[in-house]
């Protein structure tokens, strides 16, 4: 532990170190940085949390090394830390990122210091992380093969026959089982199908054990599992972990799962090393209302950063209502005189919400054609009920699609979309399908002479291309950002090296694909396709549609929040009676609709646009008496 004390002098440095010249860190956010004991610490979103917890590693660098060689560790979900320290941090990059420090995802932590040393230590097989697919046919196979799952196998195609699941095939249910404290549990159901002494249950967990221990094969949630199983064995792996890093960051330690967290609270020792807990519970979006998990609550002692330069306080106080606790925001920013704004419409008006957001952009003046304007919404499922993005613009994509997998740079801008999110496994999965079909243009054949298939490429991968294909998908993992330009030689120089009989990667099998397949498209100035954007015909802005868990940790200088449906109710329905103070019921749904809209909200440092349908808006008048409204029913006068 340390328990030194910040100067002025040190805090200044940082400043002209990390900050706009002529900016400083606000009085909440001093108080962490001086702070170095193990904590809890809630920020608000553009409260700058992770250019804190930079002036923390600035400092510690300047003390490094510390006593009997420990380190620093920090983790988060995506490799953002990692760029930031490279970026902003250049001249302390080496010394934090070397030994005895780790800077990298939470999932990459545990894999290389707790459950792959575990693994090999119960089983002679080569690890295998695959993803739940592919896990799930490898169970089928098992089920159907041997009579011992006799009763899970049974169990399985009953529910399927009879309809009881929202799971319609055999290949899903069994993608989305899993096991909670022994208990079998399905993804979307928060009750058991089987209890951990039912006879289902316990072949579950036998087949499990008969993968690793025959095959090698795990998914990326068993690692966690088995981490567990280490930790609660090994008891000395905490001290050993405690004492090598003497200061552990976990950053958006809202967005872990409960195995996360079970497994973090065991790895290290809060009073023996400082550990802080960096996160803001109402931006927990990524565990769903479906997830076990329980929403992060900061100890009551916890630090607090409630100051933001990103937006205005005409925004910050529309997000105060949406906060646990309606706690207060105070922005750092001139008053902007931009008044949050409204857009009503009815159906057959719908279409012309993104028409009338642009016209609200001129009026205001905010006309930079190379400005970030996005409209956003929660539910973008084509075929789900109600309300969804893709009603207020024919053009909307909500997925890749075949498209994908047709085309050379989809999967590539599909790989990076993934890596943002830090869903690694959904980004491995995308690159062996890319794999497959360049083997198929090539007319390479398996062992059999059969075409490579999505499946059967993963046993070439292994027996041949292990540790090529292994080094591949490490490396998309530690590049500085995920955009074409730095994926798309990672892909190609993976594929060339597992394709060159030399092992020196001097074949080009990219010159030997199709035209079509590697046909370029526009280049966004991120590096992705330019595809869910409208142009606005009077200055040129791009509109770009995404989704609200896609611009979590974005800034927009205007935001349009498009109000959608689900289960018979729409997210800004549910979140009126934050506004109102009218009684709500405690539900999952209507929590999980209140922080995608403080999410949502919080994006733009200058215009908040929300588009509401008239029956939202009809009878609620009051909840938005703090807004300038537009009415795309009677052309948009306000």
Known sequence: MCDWEVTSDEIEAAEKLLLPQGFHFAEDAQDVIRYWKSTDVSACPGSGKTTVLLAKLKLLADKMPFENGAGICVLSHTNVAVNEIKTKLSDYAEKLMGYPNYVGTIQSFVDYFITFPYLRSVT??????????????????????????????????????QRQSRYTDSASYVENLYLYNGALMIRGQEKPIARASADSAKQYSAAVKELLMKEGLVTYN???TYALSALSSNTSLSSLLSKRFQF???????????????????????????????????????????????????????????????????????????????????????????????????????????????????????????????????????????????????????????????????????????????????????????????????KQTDDEGKTYTFTTVKKALDDRYFDVYRKGIMSLTTIPEYSRLQVDPIVRSTINVMLDPSGEGKVDAFSALPRYFMEDTVIHSTGFANRNVVFDPIRGRKIIFSTIHGVKGETHDATLYLETETRRSS????????????????????????????????????????????????????????????????????
């Open 124 to 161: 002679s097989e080569p690890i295998q992380l695959v993803d739940n697919k592919v896990y799930a046919q490898h169970l089928i196979k098992l089920f159907h093969s041997n009579r011992a799952y006799q009763t899970i196998n049974n169990k399985i195609n009953t529910t399927i026959r």
């Open 571 to 638: 997210d800004i329905k549910r979140i009126i009676a934050q506004y109102t103070g009218a009684r709500q019921e405690n539900k999952k749904i209507n929590n999980y609709s209140r922080k995608c809209a403080y999410v949502g909200f919080s994006r733009p440092r200058k215009l908040l646009c929300v588009a509401i349908h008239e029956k939202t808006y009809t009878g609620n008048e009051d909840a938005f008496k703090a807004w300038k409204i537009y009415d795309c029913r009677d052309n948009g006068k306000p």
């Open 222 to 224: 068993h690692a966690y």
């Open 248 to 442: 552990v960051f976990i950053d958006e330690y809202q967005d872990c799962s409960q195995i996360q967290r079970d497994i973090l609270s065991m790895e290290f020792n809060d009073e023996t090393c400082c550990v802080f807990r960096i996160g803001d519970p109402d931006q927990a979006i990524y565990n769903s209302e479906n997830e076990l998990t329980e929403d992060w609550l900061p100890a009551a002692d916890a630090l607090h950063i409630s100051s933001s330069s990103r937006y205005s306080q005409e925004i910050a106080d529309i997000l105060s209502p949406l906060r646990s606790g309606k706690l207060p925001i105070n922005s750092l920013t001139e008053k902007s005189c931009i008044t949050p704004s409204v857009i009503i419409f009815d159906d057959s008006t719908i279409k012309c919400v993104v028409n009338k957001f642009i016209v609200i952009l001129e009026e205001l003046g905010l006309n930079d054609p190379d400005g970030t304007y996005k409209a956003i919404g929660w539910i973008k499922n084509e075929t789900a009920a109600g309300r969804k993005i893709g009603d207020y613009w024919d053009g909307f994509q909500a997925s890749n699609g075949s498209m994908s997998e047709n085309r050379y740079w989809p999967m590539v801008d599909a790989i990076c979309d993934e890596l943002v999110c830090g869903k690694i496994y959904k980004a491995e999965s995308i690159f062996r399908k890319l794999l497959c079909r360049v083997l198929k243009f090539l």
